[in-house]
């Protein structure tokens, strides 16, 4: 089994979306990168304020099934509910 690489976008549709991203996000970087098997995990804004964009990697297939386990019931996930998730999941060779 191979490496699990994340990439895509964050899409925000109002500002209130925004500002929940704003508040949420920090923490939500924090305690992702300190879960075991994550490598990776970069969320940031370019030039347009209601997208960001992520790029994470986790060393294995285990390790992100847990990593959306435990998003799914923070915080952030509660929150985030309406934010629009643009992302793909690739399984890199081992």
């Known amino acids: ?3 699990i690489q994340v990439t895509g976008r964050l899409i ?3 500002e209130a979306d925004a500002e929940i991203a ?3 996000l920090p923490e939500h970087i924090r305690l992702s990168r300190a879960e075991p098997g994550n490598i990776r995990f970069d969320l940031t804004q370019g030039d347009d304020p209601m997208i960001w964009h992520l790029d994470e990697l986790f060393e294995s297939p285990q ?3 847990a990593h959306k386990e435990r998003t799914k019931d923070s915080a952030w996930g509660r929150a985030s509910a309406s934010i629009t998730r643009d ?3 690739t399984e890199l060779e081992a």
Do not use: D, I, L, P
């Open 87 to 89: 992302f793909t999941v």
């Open 12 to 14: 925000c549709t109002s």
């Open 22 to 24: 704003r508040t949420h």
């Open 1 to 3: 089994m191979g490496k």
């Open 63 to 65: 390790a992100f099934e």
